[in-house]
């Protein structure tokens, strides 16, 4: 599973459109295989949601996402996942003991961007 986690600084971030990085995690055998952090190539409709599908994510993980994101990338066999603000060191550590606390979304666009 290859997860792209919206990130700021060592933390996950509450906007994931606006989110200066993207750490790229690769969970193989229920540990890290691998773990690169990417810049934000841009925030502009849809263009986030094809880049993380050419890098094979699968799942994609911030502190806040609108629905019309969402849905861009279930469009594209893609899920998203909403947690508490943490760090990222922190969730992936919940992530592999299959302990993630999920949260209201911190991102409350008006266009659901």
Not at 12 to 41: V, W
């Amino acid at each position: 599973m290859i997860l792209g986690i919206a990130t700021e600084g060592n933390n996950i971030c509450s906007h994931f459109g606006h989110a200066p990085f993207f750490t790229i995690a690769d969970i193989q055998d229920g540990k890290i295989a691998n773990l690169d952090k990417k810049p934000n190539p841009g925030h502009s409709p849809g263009a986030l949601p094809k880049w993380m599908k050419e890098l094979g994510i699968e799942l994609v993980i911030s502190g806040g996402m609108g629905p019309r994101a969402q849905d861009l990338f279930e469009n594209l066999g893609i899920h998203t996942l909403v947690v508490h603000p943490t760090t990222v060191e922190e969730f992936l550590a919940s992530y592999l003991e299959g302990n993630v606390k999920t949260g209201p979304s911190a991102c409350h666009h008006v266009n659901g961007e």
